[in-house]
């Protein structure tokens, strides 16, 4: 199984308003350059356990843009590469649920990527 | 406890004084908080018929004609319907009083509140008659919740005899802000609309059936309380919101049906807002 470094120094532990943990730019985008406001959304993610051995992931933009198509990838805590995938037609995506503790990244492009730990999902 | 005057500033547009107008009536349909993540767990959505501001008098709720919710994840694809009245079940709702009267709950599984997009809960009740003015009162509600920050549904039009369209998401104001809406009858705006605006100085505590602790706002003058505007011409209004919590919007008669069992039918909508504190 390969093995993906997940970079992400920005990281924010405690987030309290976004279901993911956000590591874009379009913010900086919309602060730096106000007149491309039709870019500047923010990736969104959010993953809840199905209680039947699979989790499902959702994703998508805060200007309510789909993800279908955009990249799903699950790792282990230590950054081994459990599956990527792409998210289907409704923005959603469901895999069996690792038996141990794991990131969710939906990559939509370079600028825009969410993160989701295994410890946030709801039941 | 603040003064309300000094912290109002209600931003008006079209603004005319309402003198002798009657008691805001304004059908409540609380969820606790409006803006969720899908690990928020299950809540429960109130449906009570009370005076948000002074917190009484509350008044008996008849089974609903129509109670249910309009889900929808991101710009693409229909709304989800999902009929809640076999979820509603009825409580007897005290508030400030040592009598109840009749309320109903809907209890939502986590299961059925954790995917990404809006929630839009509409409430069609019976109408009511109050006996003080010889008239029926039918207040079309909406309440908006979203959860996980995709927005869905929360702006589109339901063709409702009388309905508030949102400007702005009713989910996501900072207090101090604006929000703006269009008075709507079956879907076409109505010009210069009577508008009450409530704040809900007391949340409802389920547990309990209660309004939870005491009053946060003091009215230092009676038109500070339930306050009245106009839409303008085109229907559209705005408000400001200078604190946080729940605000109730109730556009008066504005529905088409003006007559119910020989009396005066005022078919009225109200939208509900919930402004957060920047921290």
Request: charged letters at 20%; a positive charge; one cysteine or more.
């Amino acid at each position: 199984m390969a093995s993906v470094r997940i970079e992400d120094p920005r990281r924010r532990k405690n987030w309290p308003f976004c279901a993911a943990r956000l590591r874009s730019f379009a913010g900086a985008g919309l602060l730096l350059f106000p007149t491309t406001a039709a870019r500047a959304h923010d990736p969104i993610l959010s993953c809840f356990d199905n209680n039947n051995g699979t989790i499902t992931c959702e994703a998508g933009y805060s200007d309510g843009a789909p993800s279908a198509g955009q990249t799903i990838r699950v790792t282990q805590t230590n950054k081994r590469l459990i599956l990527e995938d792409r998210f289907g037609k409704n923005s959603s995506f469901t895999f069996k649920k690792p038996n141990v503790d794991f990131v969710v990244e939906f990559i939509g492009d370079p600028s825009h990527r969410a993160t989701f730990d295994s410890e946030d999902i709801g039941k | 406890m603040m003064k309300f005057g000094a912290a109002i500033g209600m931003t008006l547009l079209g603004c005319v004084g309402l003198p002798g107008m009657s008691e805001a009536h304004f059908q409540m349909l609380y969820p606790g908080e409006s803006a969720r993540q899908s690990n928020s767990g299950a809540f429960d959505l109130f449906a009570i018929f009370t005076h948000v501001f002074h917190g009484a008098p509350s008044m008996a709720m008849a089974p609903p004609r129509a109670l249910y919710m309009l889900k929808q994840r991101g710009d693409e694809g229909k709304p989800e319907k999902v009929d809640l009245l076999k979820q509603a079940e009825k409580f007897e709702w005290l508030g400030s009083e040592k009598s109840g009267v009749a309320a109903y709950k809907v209890s939502l599984p986590s299961a059925q509140m954790r995917s990404l997009g809006d929630y839009v809960f509409v409430l069609e009740p019976e109408p009511y008659l109050e006996a003080t003015e010889d008239k029926y009162i039918q207040q079309f509600t909406k309440t908006v919740v979203n959860v996980g920050g995709m927005p869905g549904n929360w702006d589109k039009v339901l063709g409702l005899p009388a309905e508030i369209r949102p400007l702005n998401k009713p989910y996501a104001n900072w207090t101090g802000g604006v929000f703006r809406g269009v008075v709507l009858a079956r879907g076409k705006p109505a010009p210069f609309a009577e508008i009450e605006v409530e704040y809900v100085n007391r949340k409802p505590d389920g547990a309990t059936k209660l309004w939870a602790g005491e009053p946060q706002v003091t009215a230092p003058h009676p038109a500070l309380g339930p306050m009245s505007i106009r839409a303008d011409a085109t229907g559209a209004f705005a408000i400001g919101l200078p604190r946080a919590g729940w605000w109730g919007i109730a556009a008066l008669d504005v529905g088409p049906v003006k007559k119910h069992l020989g009396k005066k039918l005022s078919q009225d909508a109200v939208i509900w807002v919930q402004a957060t504190d920047i921290k």
